[in-house]
């Protein structure tokens, strides 16, 4: 059953869960595990884990991303995904964009505009 | 995309694992066939790193937990559908041709050149720099912007120093010789 905050937060995330992601990658590579638990923990930002994926995809596609192989102790192979020069590019382009429109929405909310 | 390693893949047997690849599968037969393969593997992945934390114990309610925190297949499609935007250099079209920019600036700067010799064609230059400049910096984003604005304020700028030469030349007008005031002429003879 959706409910009127599931709406409200689907349509809100769209165009930003990816600069999420490209956020959490900025300082540190990161495999896809590690990625969607941290990532995940917030409700908020991902419904479930595995809508990572998707953007990843998109994310690599668009040259945003790059991945490489690491071997992990105990386990198999894991594909590390690592911001490229365009991917930091684009996430300082939305992290100008979203502070002033957060800043513009705040102002709205709270009447003073 | 780097190479798969050969030992990946390893928990797809398992038949929760089977059934929920094959549900996502499904789920994105809209999606392009390469990024579908990309979306499945990725999944894999995860569903394999997850289950290696478990090691070699790992019951079907831990497979379970792993599969309910990814989310049901088509949730995870759901993000599909946005295509990833675009983002563009603040370069975006131009409203007017390119020279219209370039004649702007000659415009603005023959305005201030012309202030000497020609302070009326000078004034009609300013006007349509300053005009010109205004509207296409309204326009146009960036590089073309900034030409208008240079234009804009070349023609502010002869305007200013037109206005302040009349105001010097009327000044300096009323400083002028002021004639003597009339002295009283007179034939009458002195008493």
Known sequence: MITGRDIDLAQMRKGILEFCVLARLRDTPAYGLELASTLGQDRYLFSSEGTLYPLLARLRKQGWVSTTWRESSGGPPRRYYELTADGATALDSFTTTWTDFRRAVDAVLEGSA | MSKLPPDAGATTEEPLVKAYLTELRAALAGAEPAEREEVLLMV??????????????????????????????????????????????????????????F?????????????????????????????????????????????????????????????????????????????DSPMPVSNAPAP
Do not use: C, K
């Open chain 2, 44 to 101: 894999q992945e995860h569903i394999d790193s997850a289950l290696a934390e478990h090691g070699e114990h790992r019951s079907p309610g831990d497979v379970r937990a792993v599969l309910a925190a990814l989310g049901q297949p088509h949730q995870l499609v759901s993000t599909l559908d946005e295509p990833l935007r675009q983002i563009r250099p603040v370069e975006a079209h131009s409203a007017w041709p390119r020279w219209v920019g």
């Open chain 2, 103 to 179: 004649a702007t600036l000659v415009v603005g700067v023959l305005a201030v050149l012309t202030i000497l010799f020609n302070p009326i064609a000078a004034a009609v230059l300013a006007v349509l720099a300053l005009t010109v400049g205004l509207v296409g910096a309204r326009l146009h984003v960036g590089r073309d912007r900034r030409l208008y604005r240079i234009a804009a304020s070349l023609g502010a700028a002869a305007l200013v120093l037109l206005v302040v030469a009349a105001v010097m030349l009327l000044s300096s007008g009323t400083d002028g010789p002021v004639p």
